[in-house]
């Protein structure tokens, strides 16, 4: 466009070839458009093509019609607009990723192309033709050679343009090409002077060597222009001048400077005003900030209060004491439970302000701002910015590619810098634009907790993990990330008083103490107390203790959809993948990039389903309010669930949810407590007694508790009572509500976890190191073979870190988890937690409860042996009961609890077994009518006493109505009524006889008898119960047997041949659950097992041989005895005290491993037992009911066989209460794991392929894989492969070993290390094999012959297609290779999904090398060529566009012999890498190598 005048319109002319326009076609032109137009020729594959000005002259519509001609021959005209088009999709496709090599002087630095062939002869030079010269410049006109010499018409002179004029105008001058578009200080001093020769016609050059072009084309026009000896007169401009005996120069012109910004343009105005407006605001509010908190900050010091530590701390012991030292109704407010409390949390308060504010505002308005940036900088990246601007490409970069590009990367990289920091310092960022106030003062306060994450590791960390994970926690406390930062809003109740919320509990303010804390009310422990309070509170007094204990109502606050997913997505990771996906978005990579981002949304919304799913059933469950009578003011009055305090008291009634934990004090109440146990049998309670006693809610006083959550089935009020309330209502005290109750702060652990870390979070970081460090080692290389600019060199490294860490990393982690958890739920286990499946596929310790976990729900009838008479000695035992004598048919029928409500059977499930084998059935609720053929009469309960756990028993007085005999019947554990009954009556192997039932599996229970002489059931009820037990006869034995489940057996040995060791956790007597132990086989056959009990924790552990009831002074001998798995042959059993004594002694940690039952375990003890084998190893929790719940919730993994509250703590949970849902559990999370790491590799294995060999070929031979094969490996190998990966399902059974959860371990390594190692030795050993060839040498890819403008064209050659078959072939094996491993996952031909893609893929890309020149192959530009050339090998005309080819040769089709060859050596990359996962990594070396060299692992026994 030399001669366009902007603003005025004229015409182009377009020569599609590489020449200047020859003089007879100048001549045609002249001809055809002679004044109508100003004549512009323009070189489509000139490098210092003007398309700027193309595209400027474009969007202002000055270019009328384009005339196009193709090497000479007229093709014909375009309008203005339809050029347009056509030029404006070149602009386009020209901004591509591969577009930088037309900056860059890439060249091979290792050989010299097109030199040599294939046997070390010199390559046979092709002709060159029409081959442009450049400018000859002289001082003098007289220098210039005579052919060039200027003879212009008469009139006219040679002016400085190098063309003649009728006047040398300054603007004309200013044209000098010699001066190389260089004007003022920028103008050499010597190139002032020079002035062009006339211009030397394009040349042919006869034999064209590309490793020298420059010197070639330089001697062909020196010949040209009759230039003898060049070498010593002609100098090169820049780089010789004129001077001695250089007389002229070739204007070889150096790249003009780049455009740059006068950094005064609008945009950049307003980002320095809303920048430095903001950095203004900052410093402002930081001096206002630091003036204002000096006072405060002060007074803290002053006061030692500065973050002031929350109730429950130990070193302050005085907080969580009462507000007030006022009392009422006798009760005094009392310290928190420990539940509340939060050892080293700390407080802080803070004030709003509206600077403050406004800084906060404005700094997510700029973060915005420069995210908007981003999107602007883009869409100048496409031309697609509105107004007048639009279809104009880099507008804001005064249409420089280059500048546009270093631009970009700049404002890329302060948003992400942006980001980062806004992310790190998102705890402190809020509270850093408050004011710092005392905690009693401010409008929020902080809470500081420090977070104590569990680390679910397999073994110890090696050296190198010690140091990153050091580092890592140094950097964690540097940025203040070992600490969980909640800020709660400061209210105020009617009253005056100050509190805040956190952790759905109320904190008060004292001014006493001057300190928050919770608070709960002691109702005291008395039974006469806590029956005094039934008149209930006055209004005052409830009004009082609900402004200190706040609402008795758990609020679980579920986000909507919109902030669930914003809260998801403000992770570290997906930041990660925002920010270089939108590279992908800018970098003309878009398609890739949208493929990403969708796969990476689909796993963040099942993630976020998840989440929400599982905070929805919480809420479900945490959340309730209803109505309620309650006693107030000595009224009963109808208010909410809400409103109630601890102190009121409650009418029950039928169907009721109770909403806090409470006392009965007076009727009889049937409860349904599946909610807590899991347990679908009713439990009757009773009210208090009016007696000296105290109440415990986990002993006696049980019975007597009605627990939050639970539901009432039957309420019945007692009228008439000696030794209970009497009232007309069923009465309850409340005595906890809110996360105070048993359920609120289940709910409460539930909401506030502590994290997990796992060891492959651990191993990440190292991961993550290493592949940085790859990555500027892969940019050093690609750089020194790149040869080009800092902006090509600096998005190389943005892509290479992408692809080696790929953004679909967590994704394909997340859609493992995910497919995963959907078979769990199709085999009926529920994942509400997806994440601890990979720590589930790494269990190796599973505790696990008995009752109604390894047994069935409840206990059975067993049978019974009862005392012969007189004899005081035991009879026969029996299974059927008319067998025995009348007497202990007449205990079984009425010694128990059971009540009948609308034919369903309510009571003990203990009491219900034995009721039911009575035959008996109760009429007008306390009738006992015998069986039909029963010798047994109707029988009448007098009285009964419910059955205490501190007095292991239960006792019944009932009237034969036949004679009018009064009987007392007491039933109770046999160590009890031994103690209780007549010594005369026990027979003398009593203890042998209870010990070997107990010991077969059985629970026994004892009957005692006596006969009472009184006939008057009035006076009875005048007796205490002491009275009435004593003097008892031993009437025999009630044996239940808790019967196993039909396959727990199986379950066991299938966990056993997984490698899990099973040890049984249980609140039942030692000796049942070492038989349930035995029966099940987690206790192996033939071991001697070793019973270790205590009476109390203070006293030394007895050890007994179980089998032989000997004594065992000392067990270490019996450990050292070794079988022949070389492990000891003796196990372990230990009761709760003997436990808790192991635990205080310190001896717990060397006999852990060896004890295979805890009998008699608290909730308490069973969280302590799981705590201590998560030390030892990952383990697992698997439980039924509510008291487990701790446990479950401790573990690495908990899975409850239960739908009630166990199921909610819980990560898994299954309707099907069997222990095979644990094998199946393990099974799916081994199979999850070895998915999610296959993927993990495949992708790893990718970034490895495409960052390197893929990229150093790239850059060293100048080269790029076609945009339809980027599109294919990205879009279709890498996404689709991953996807079908991870439908692998599991193995049949489980595998003696687990699947690694180690990236740094010595498998993934060696899996990884060796497919990547035969990868790069394939792909370099292809262009060994490609060098030999004779038909590739002499045709190899020169940068000198071909148009670099045109990237997209830069794989039409023999080194591209090479490159783009080996790794097509490598990319999808990737998918393939790590789809075996049959010890976790079904065989690799049971992945249907996966073989059909596949063989799809193979098939495909194997026709695009095999086939001839196809529509399939020329659309990825492979096998194909331009039409002609191919027609004129061969190949026929293909009926198809194909866009000419960008070399030489004009097509790259390999011969067909080669092609075979090729594909043959692909196929043998593949099978190596196929037998290396076979034979090395999943078979017989792996398996000599772990004999020869095992890992250093937990060995237990299992």
């Known amino acids: 466009m030399a001669n366009g005048i902007s603003g005025i319109p004229y015409s182009v002319v377009i020569h599609m070839d590489n020449s200047l326009v020859s003089s007879d076609i100048c001549q045609q032109l002249e001809d055809a458009n002679e004044d109508s137009c100003t004549k512009v020729f323009i070189m489509a594959s000139n490098p210092e093509i003007p398309w700027d000005r193309v595209s400027r002259e474009l969007s202002k519509g000055i270019i009328n019609d384009a005339t196009i001609y193709r090497n000479g021959s007229f093709c014909g005209n375009l309008d203005g607009s339809l050029f347009a088009s056509v030029i404006m999709r070149i602009l386009y496709r020209a ?87 260089r004007a003022g200080n920028k103008l050499p001093a010597e190139a002032h002077d020079l002035v062009p020769c006339l211009s030397i016609p394009n040349v042919t050059i006869q034999q064209f060597h590309p490793w020298k072009s420059e010197n070639d084309i330089r001697s062909a026009c020196g010949r040209e222009a009759n230039i003898t000896d060049q070498s010593t007169t002609v100098g090169v401009w820049g780089k010789t001048w004129i001077g001695g005996s250089v007389s002229a120069l070739w204007a070889e012109c150096p790249r003009a400077p780049a455009p740059n910004y006068t950094y005064g343009e609008s945009y950049w105005i307003a980002t320095y005003a809303v920048n430095g407006a903001l950095a203004v605001l900052i410093l402002v509010w930081s001096l206002y900030k630091g003036a204002a908190e000096q006072h405060v900050r002060a007074a803290m010091a002053k006061s030692a209060a500065i973050g002031e530590k929350l109730a429950g701390t130990e070193s302050m012991s005085d907080i969580g004491k009462a507000v007030e030292s006022k009392s009422l109704n006798g009760m005094s407010l009392a310290d928190n439970a420990s539940e509340h409390a939060m050892p080293n949390s700390r407080l802080s308060g803070y004030r709003d302000h509206l600077l403050g504010t406004a800084c906060v505002w404005s700094i997510a308005g700029v973060a915005m701002l420069w995210i908007c940036f981003l999107g602007v900088w883009t869409a100048d990246y496409y031309g697609s910015l509105p107004g007048k601007y639009h279809g104009t490409l880099y507008s804001l970069a005064y249409e420089s590619d280059f500048l546009e590009l270093a631009t970009f990367l700049i404002i890329w990289g302060i948003t992400f810098i942006m980001l980062i920091v806004l992310y790190v310092l998102k705890p402190h960022l809020r509270n850093y634009f408050r004011l710092l106030m005392l905690p009693s003062e401010g409008q929020y306060v902080c809470v500081v907790r420090p977070l104590h994450e569990v680390k679910a590791t397999e073994e110890k960390p090696n050296v190198l993990q010690r140091y990153v994970n050091a580092l890592t926690d140094r950097l964690t406390i540097l ?7 909640t800020t709660c809003l400061v209210e105020t109740t009617t009253e005056g008083r100050i509190f805040f919320t956190y952790q759905c509990t109320r904190y008060v303010y004292s001014d006493k103490t001057q300190q928050y804390a919770p608070y709960e009310f002691d109702l005291g422990t008395a039974h006469r107390g806590l029956i005094g309070q039934a008149d209930g509170l006055s209004s005052a007094d409830a009004a009082y203790r609900l402004e200190l204990t706040g609402p008795n109502f758990i609020q679980v606050r579920v986000p909507g959809l919109f902030e669930a997913a914003a809260r998801e997505l403000v992770s570290f990771f997906y930041i990660y993948q925002f920010i270089f996906l939108w590279a992908f978005y800018f970098y003309a990579y878009y398609q890739v990039g949208l493929v990403d981002t969708g796969v990476i949304i689909i796993s963040a919304s099942i993630k976020v389903m998840l989440r929400l799913q599982s905070e929805r059933r919480l809420k479900h469950m945490a959340e309730h309010e209803e109505m309620v009578a309650v006693r107030r003011d000595g009224k009963w009055v109808e208010m909410s669930t809400r409103n109630l305090v601890p102190g009121d008291v409650i009418e029950i009634v039928t169907g009721a949810h109770i909403s806090c934990d409470c006392v009965l004090i007076s009727g009889m109440a049937i409860m349904n407590e599946s909610s807590l146990t899991g347990e679908p049998t009713p439990v009757s309670k009773r009210p208090l007694r009016i007696d000296d006693g105290n109440y415990s809610p986990t002993g006696a006083g049980k019975m007597s508790t009605l627990f939050a959550g639970t539901v009432v089935s039957q309420a019945q009020a007692v009228l008439q009572s000696t030794d209970s309330l009497e009232s007309d209502r069923v009465l309850a005290l409340v005595r906890f509500t809110g996360t105070s109750s048993d359920k609120g702060q289940l709910v409460r652990r539930i909401l506030f976890p502590n994290p997990i870390s796992f060891i492959f979070n651990e191993q990440m970081r190292i991961v993550v190191c290493i592949l940085v460090l790859y990555s500027v080692f892969v940019m050093v290389m690609a750089t020194y073979m790149y040869k080009g600019d800092s902006v090509a060199v600096a998005f190389y490294g943005i892509f290479a870190i992408a692809q080696l860490l790929s953004p679909l990393l967590p994704a394909a982690l997340v859609i493992g988890q995910s497919i995963a958890a959907t078979r769990l739920r199709k085999k009926q286990i529920y994942c509400v937690d997806p994440q601890r499946i990979m720590t589930a596929g790494k269990v190796q310790i599973l505790a696990t409860d008995k009752t109604g976990t390894l047994t069935k729900e409840g206990l059975e009838f067993y049978g019974v042996q009862q005392v012969l008479g007189q004899q005081a000695r035991f009879g026969e035992f029996t299974s059927e009961l008319k067998r025995s004598d009348e007497l202990m048919q007449m205990g079984m029928a009425s010694c128990h609890a059971v009540k009948d409500l609308n034919g369903q059977l309510i009571g003990n499930p203990v009491d ?43 006792s019944v007085v009932v009237q034969d109505e036949r004679s009018g005999q009064l009987h007392v019947f007491v039933k109770g554990s046999f160590e009890r009524l031994k103690a209780i009954s007549n010594a005369s009556s026990v027979p003398g192997d009593y203890d042998t006889v209870c010990a070997d039932l107990a010991r077969e599996g059985g629970y026994v229970l004892a009957f005692a008898h006596k006969a009472l002489a009184a006939s008057d059931p ?52 030692s000796l049942t659950g070492i038989y349930i132990a035995r029966q099940c086989g987690i206790i192996p056959p033939d071991s001697r097992v070793l019973l270790g009990e205590c009476a109390s924790p203070a006293e030394e552990i007895q050890w007994v041989d179980v089998d032989t009831r000997e004594a065992v002074a000392d067990i270490q001998p019996y450990l050292s005895q070794l079988g022949p798995d070389g492990f000891p042959t003796a196990e372990l059993a230990v009761g709760g005290c003997a436990f808790e004594r192991l635990c205080t002694t310190g001896e717990v940690a060397s006999l852990l491993l060896h004890i295979r039952v805890f009998a008699r375990m608290k909730p308490s003890d069973k969280v302590r037992c799981v705590q201590l084998h998560m030390e030892r190893g990952t383990t697992a929790m698997c439980g039924d009911g509510g008291n487990d719940s701790p446990a479950l919730r401790a573990a690495h993994v908990g899975i409850a066989l239960s739908s009630g509250e166990a199921s909610i703590v819980a990560p898994f949970s299954s309707a099907n209460r069997s222990m095979m849902a644990c094998v199946e ?14 993927n993990f590799t495949a992708l790893i294995c990718y970034g490895q392929i495409m960052s390197g060999m893929l990229k150093m070929a790239t850059f060293y031979f100048a080269i790029s894989l076609t945009e339809n094969l980027w599109m294919l490996i990205d879009g279709a190998v890498a996404t689709g492969l991953m996807l079908t990966i991870s439908l692998s399902g599991p193995a049949k059974r489980l595998a003696p070993h687990r699947p690694t959860s180690r990236i740094l371990g010595p498998q993934m390594l060696a899996s990884v290390g060796g497919v990547v190692l035969m990868n790069w030795l394939f792909s370099a050993l292809s262009y060994v094999w490609l060098f030999r060839q004779d038909w590739f040498r ?78 399939v192959g020329c659309a990825f530009r492979l096998n194909c060529g331009t039409a002609e ?31 075979y060859e090729l594909w043959g050596y692909c196929l043998g990359n593949m099978l190596a890498a196929n037998l290396w996962q076979v034979v090395v990594i999943n078979g017989p070396v792996r398996n000599w190598l772990r004999k020869k060299m095992p890992l250093s692992r937990l060995k237990v026994k299992l």
């Open 95 to 181: 901004t591509a990723i591969a577009q930088l090599v037309a900056l860059a002087a890439a060249f091979q630095v290792w050989h010299d192309v097109n030199r040599y062939d294939a046997h070390g002869n010199e390559c046979v030079y092709r002709e060159k033709k029409d081959v442009v010269c450049s400018q000859l410049c002289v001082t003098k006109l007289d220098d210039c050679p005579a052919s060039l010499q200027p003879d212009c018409p008469a009139g006219q002179s040679f002016c400085a343009d190098g063309a003649c004029h009728d006047k040398c105008t300054e603007d004309i001058q200013a044209k000098n090409p010699c001066h190389c578009s």
């Open 912 to 954: 219900i077994e034995q009721w039911v084998a009575s035959g008996c059935a109760l009429e007008q609720g306390e009738t006992i009518v015998p069986p039909k053929g029963s010798a047994l009469g109707t029988l009448r309960v007098v009285r009964r006493f419910e059955f205490v756990h501190a007095r292991a028993s239960m």
């Open 479 to 485: 940025l203040c990330r070992d600490k969980e930062y």
């Open 1225 to 1238: 559990l393990l099974r799916q999370s081994r199979a999850g794991l070895a998915t999610s790491f296959a």
């Open 1018 to 1069: 009035a006076d009875v009820g005048r007796v205490a119960q002491d009275q009435l037990e004593s003097g008892c006869d031993l009437a025999g034995l009630l044996v239940f047997k808790n019967m196993l489940k039909h396959d727990t057996a199986e379950a066991i040995a299938e966990l056993k041949r997984g490698s899990t060791r099973v040890v049984e956790v249980t609140g039942d007597t």
């Open 1429 to 1459: 050339v191919l027609e004129s090998l061969g190949y026929g005309k293909p009926t198809w566009n194909i866009e000419p080819y960008n070399n030489p040769l004009g097509h790259n089709v390999i011969p067909k012999a080669s092609r």
């Open 1338 to 1415: 002499c045709n190899e890819h020169s940068t000198a012959e071909s148009d670099a403008t045109k990237w997209w064209l830069q794989g039409d050659n023999y080194e591209a297609s090479i490159m783009s078959f080996v790794c097509a072939f490598q990319f999808i094996n990737n998918g393939f290779v790590v789809n075996y491993g049959y010890l976790y996952r079904a065989r690799w031909y049971r992945n249907y999904a996966l073989l059909v893609v596949w063989g799809f893929l193979m098939a495909f890309v194997s026709y695009m090398l095999l086939a001839d020149p196809s529509r």
